[in-house]
Each structure stands twice: as structure tokens, then as C-alpha cells.
């Protein structure tokens, strides 16, 4: 069973910065897709960003390119998302998912494995 565990939640300031982990409990990172997804208030969980492991490609969603970044570490299995320019709509719970498919998806049915989200609160 692959078991994903988001940290690094919080809150933060209109134009902050916050950095989150997304720990993959897998033997081989190599051969997964892991996607980024958030949750805001009131709003359906969407996905806006992805990262294959395997070819190091990454996309995002345009409310998020240039602000946001996916990097990896694959010795320790561990994706993370580093946000900056921080605005209040992008107050949500943010999900890592992660799935053996071919690749980069935004589609929540792409993934079978999730972590329990974090919550990030951009407000002053």
C-alpha cells in the first residue's frame, strides 16, 4: 500500500512564500506520477500540477505557473511544492497524489493513493 504524508501547512501573507513535502512511502519513486491538487473552501478539489518522476517532466495549471514549483528528491522519495507570490484565493487543502500512469494528469481519478492534505491560509 503506498501511504503519502503532506507537512509544511500554514499560514501565511499575501505575497508569502510557503514550501510543502509530499513523503512517498514506495521502495522506487522512479516509476510514478505525482500530482499536486488543492481544495478550497466551498469549491471542488482540483488539480494544478504534476510531476513525473520517471522523465522529470512537470506541468502546471496557469493560476499557478510562475509562482509555483514541483522539484523532487528522489533518494528520499519526497516531492515537494514551493509556492511564492501567495494570494488569498490560493487558501485550500493541498493533496499529493500519486499513481503508476503514463502521464501528467489533473483528473482526481487518475490517482489511487493520497495523502491527508495540509492547509495552507493565505490571508493577513
Known amino acids: 500500500q503506498v501511504q503519502l504524508v503532506e507537512s509544511g501547512g500554514g499560514l501565511v501573507q499575501p505575497g508569502g512564500s510557503l514550501r510543502l513535502s509530499c513523503a512517498v512511502s514506495?521502495?522506487?519513486?522512479?516509476?510514478?506520477?505525482i500530482g499536486w491538487f488543492r481544495q478550497a473552501p466551498g469549491k471542488e478539489r482540483e488539480g494544478f500540477g504534476c510531476?513525473?518522476?520517471?522523465?522529470?517532466?512537470?506541468n502546471y495549471r496557469p493560476s499557478v505557473r510562475g509562482r509555483f514549483t514541483i522539484s523532487r528528491d528522489s533518494a528520499e522519495n519526497t516531492v515537494y511544492l514551493q509556492m511564492s507570490s501567495l494570494r488569498s484565493e490560493d487558501t485550500a487543502v493541498y493533496y499529493c497524489?500519486?499513481?503508476?500512469?503514463?502521464?501528467?494528469?489533473?483528473?482526481?481519478?487518475?490517482?489511487?493513493?493520497w495523502g491527508q492534505g495540509t492547509q495552507v491560509t493565505v490571508s493577513s
Open positions: 497524489a500519486a499513481d503508476k500512469i503514463h502521464s501528467c494528469s489533473g483528473y482526481i481519478s487518475d490517482f489511487r493513493f
Open positions: 514506495v521502495e522506487r519513486l522512479d516509476n510514478y506520477i
Open positions: 510531476i513525473s518522476i520517471r522523465d522529470g517532466s512537470i
